[in-house]
């Protein structure tokens, strides 16, 4: 087994390690709005559950040369942003969204999405998505670079509101995931669906 010392390689070099090794990887979708009232849009695989008591799940946002993306500048302006869970019925429009816009075009327009109005945040969410989560910032954290240049934004978001669509769930909240078509990422191009399911029997 080779040992590989982080340090000793390049950024590029460790960022193909962590995403061809932690995989799959749930892929928030993301929805904020700009102070100029533009809804943006953008697809998150640094993405996961905090905690259950609130509910909590974070997303880490990458910078672009230590500048913070439309997504974190957002969700830090307005201290809310909506997380949908991406499934195979729409994932090649948020692929779309991964597109590099400028501030003032909305990904989700570009997309053909269907903004949905919020029930306790002001942000919009996507139509399209069966299961999304209405989030309010409970923390931003820049983490990683160097001095004065992190290297993202870890966005904690507090789960204020959950829609989920019928066709998902059942009366005790069980999620069938067989119906929800949940998409995961690889790396690369790559992306992977739900496969085999196998259960085992936790240790008393």
Known sequence: MRMIDPDSQSEQDNYKLLIGSIVPRPIAFVTTLSSDGVLNAAPYSYFNIVAANPPMVSVSVQRRNGAPKDTARNAIQNGAFVVHISDESYIGQINATAANLPPEES????????PIASEK???PGIAEAKIRMECVLERSIPLGGVEGSP?????IGRIVCFHVDEAVSDDKLHIDVQALKPVSRLAGKAYAKL?????IDRPR
């Open 107 to 114: 990904e989700v327009a570009l997309a053909g999405l269907t």
């Open 121 to 123: 945040i002001a942000i």
């Open 151 to 155: 290297a993202c934004d870890l966005l």
């Open 195 to 199: 496969g085999d399911i196998f259960e």
